[in-house]
């Protein structure tokens, strides 16, 4: 794929949303014009894989064949806009994995890639990386595979306004031990209930303050965990939003 640029330590390789499934509230950060869609080859599903330590990156550009089922005309970033990248993260299993792929948008792939070379380096576990494409777009079905993605052409859980997703501007990670809550207290994903308990210490699990929390301050994003009423546990934005 053209614009290659490689971004890595020297060490080795090592939702569609509904009112109660998604993540993201109301959004109107400033529109990038939408483009007609460039041709290239299409997205290649791809599955973690142990291998040996050391975080490497590759920011790579992107084109609508590549987000068959995240983009369409009409959405509030043309694919020029966005990156894949392509990085190692820590697993659940705690051993290091190739292949885990994020789309975003282009103005914050290269702080998004020293964020995500603070986690592997803390040792932050990731039990997935796979862009929404490959739940054909139903963010829903990302949730339920605890797949941590970022773009996504949808509108905010329960409005009718482009989520911050939508811009390529937002990251959820983990998004079963860290998911969204209600005002009420209500969780859409019943294998994530018991993570409502934020007291909770298991592998995965974000909290105030933390470093995960603290990696993303480092470059002026913000976590949905400080809103007040609903919370947005697993979810990270440039706007804070």
Not at 81 to 92: D, K, P, Q, S
């Amino acid at each position: 794929m053209p614009g290659r640029r490689l971004i890595s330590s020297t060490a080795l390789v090592a939702a569609l949303a509904t009112a109660t499934t998604g993540c993201g509230r109301d959004s109107d950060p400033e529109p990038t014009a939408p483009a007609p869609p460039p041709t290239a080859t299409g997205a290649r599903p791809t599955s973690p894989s142990a291998s040996p330590q050391g975080f490497q990156s590759e920011i790579k550009k992107v084109t609508a064949k590549d987000l068959p089922h995240s983009w369409r005309r009409g959405c509030p970033v043309a694919p020029s806009g966005l990156r894949m990248i392509e990085m190692t993260f820590w697993g659940m299993d705690e051993k290091p994995h190739t292949g885990g792929r994020l789309v975003i948008s282009a103005k914050y792939a290269d702080d998004l890639v020293k964020v995500f070379r603070k986690l592997y380096d803390m040792r932050y576990p990731i039990e997935r990386m796979e862009p929404v494409d490959v739940y054909k777009g139903d963010d829903f079905d990302s949730i339920e595979a605890n797949n941590t993605s970022a773009f996504n052409c949808r509108n905010a859980t329960g409005s009718g306004n482009w989520s911050q997703h939508a811009y390529g501007t937002a990251i959820d990670i983990n998004p079963c031990e860290n998911p969204y809550v209600t005002s009420s207290g209500k969780v859409a994903h019943k294998d994530c209930v018991k993570f409502r308990n934020r007291d909770r210490r298991d592998p995965g699990v974000i909290h105030s303050g933390d470093k995960v929390v603290k990696a993303f301050a480092s470059i002026g994003w913000g976590w949905g965990g400080d809103w007040d009423g609903t919370k947005d546990y697993q979810h990270f934005s440039a706007s804070g939003r």
